[in-house]
């Protein structure tokens, strides 16, 4: 199965850790440096995040914002002040809303950091180890992490939480901030800084089991992942060679008239701008439906888990494909933003040309908002017709918590429109909608608390949720066990093969 391990491997292999201490902590900032970040922070987020009171409102944010300023009074260390930053930024609700200690937080992570040596893989509430970073073969894969320090996972495990970036009240996508990497960097940025961590373990044959092992950087901890043999099964599933394109088609041998259509990104392959990502999207689209109609394929399994998302457009274009109506259907009922200022727009991924065509491309509206015109001169919402050559057969889509951005709007928009059937966990993004599009990343001046925030607020052609900031939820919840895991079962992908069974013996 496809496991996202999300921030693991982000250094080349012959990375080596460099001599060095975090200077950052043992940085104080003075009140007026506190105040001079927050201030231009709260700025940014005033002037320029469309989402900041969607989930919370005006009046109690601005109680929120008022209360911090307040309380930079007195010298604070760099990392309180990280921290405070990150659990204000967490409140907004928005995954697209986060801030990193500095610039260059990889490479420091990397090379000069202490952190856990142990990778973590997380499932129902538990903790287990997926990779042993120590040189030792006495931590295996499938031990059960039980505290850290004397203190339980499960206080530990809340405290991640209270600092992760998530849309709404989405529970499945938090769990990324207790697995891999990403939670070693939680822990050394929030809750611990130590030395050595003594780790209590429930070993596979239901043992407790205590372990004393230094902190180190994770190019130290990687290269004794690839060499300590008790990682070797879990190395050669999860540690693949990439494959050479993010969107595949294949044939499973064991189901007759079945394809499976994967699609780790909708990242363009490639593409430098908008109009190309739609041309290559549509070329192995077409090539996908050309095939599909060779081999008499009556089920096609999409699978988006873990598909971190990319360009809109290639969302929209995947769901041309797969939609039932014969009529054109809206994507989209609004995307708006709240600024057209050049002053921020500098620190965004936006191209010159694209800043300087900003307000051409958005419509003014009473309330001081401004309507993304999404390719039309109305506020109507653009309406996309099927594909001519669109898959008329049975649809079955896998989903989970790390289905985000793009891919949690196309679930979302599929989902409403009954594309087919859905399988797995609760999306990542929410149902209504995000923030996104666009983003804004820049440093805070005095402490350099790197800063990102999206222009585009979204509004998916939906109808209203039961429960605002969900995610889409599968008709079918098929959890993924550690076991499976451990075995490199797919227990989603073979519960659609046997609603694709049980189909075809009807």
Known sequence: MKVALCLLFLLPFDAQAQPGTDSLSTKLLQPADLRADFRY???????????????????????????????????????????????????????????????????????????????LWSAQGRSFVLFNGTPGPGIKPGFELLAINGQPMEAIREQ?????????????????????????LFYYWYIAQPETFTL??????????????????????????KTNPVNRQMLAWYNAKKPKSPWRLSFPDSLAH???????????????????????FRAFMDKTMA????????????????????????????????????????????????????????????????????????????????????????????????KPNRFRGNVYVLMNGQSVSTASEFLAVAHANRVGVFVGEESGGAYEGGNGGSFITLALPRSGIEVTTPLVYYDNAVPQPGQKGRGTLPEHGIPVLFEDILTKYDRQLEFVKKLIRDKEQR
């Open 258 to 280: 079945t394809a499976l259509l994967r699609l780790d990104a909708f990242g363009g392959e490639g593409a430098r701008n908008g109009d190309e990502a739609i041309r290559r």
């Open 41 to 119: 922070l709260r700025r940014l987020l005033q002037e320029t995040h469309p989402g900041l009171y969607r989930y919370t409102p005006k009046e109690r944010m601005q109680a929120k914002l008022d209360s911090f300023d307040q309380s930079l009074s007195q010298p604070m260390p760099f990392y309180a002040f990280f921290k405070a930053v990150s659990v204000l930024l967490a409140d907004v609700r928005c995954a697209h809303t986060h801030a990193l200690p500095h610039k260059k937080w990889q490479e420091q992570s990397n090379n000069t950091l202490k952190t856990l040596p142990i990778f």
């Open 291 to 386: 095939r599909l109609v060779k081999k008499q394929t009556r089920h096609l399994i999409v699978d988006v888990r873990s598909n971190a998302g990319g360009w809109d457009s290639q969302g929209i274009e995947l769901f041309t494909y797969l939609m039932k109506p014969d009529s054109a259907v809206p994507y989209y009922a609004r995307q708006h933003s709240i600024t057209d200022s050049t002053e921020f727009l500098q620190f965004s991924d936006l191209s010159a040309e694209d800043r300087q065509n900003v307000r051409n491309e958005l419509s003014p509206e009473p309330d001081g908002t401004f309507t993304l015109k999404q390719g039309n001169t109305t506020h109507e919402p653009k309406r996309y017709p099927p």
């Open 160 to 184: 991640a939480f209270r600092y992760h970036w998530r849309d709404g009240f989405i529970e499945s996508s938090r769990e990324q901030a207790v697995r891999g990497q990403l939670f070693a």
């Open 200 to 225: 209590t373990f429930r070993t596979r044959a239901g043992d407790t089991s205590q372990f004393s092992v230094p902190a180190q950087p994770f190019a130290v901890s990687w290269k004794a992942m």
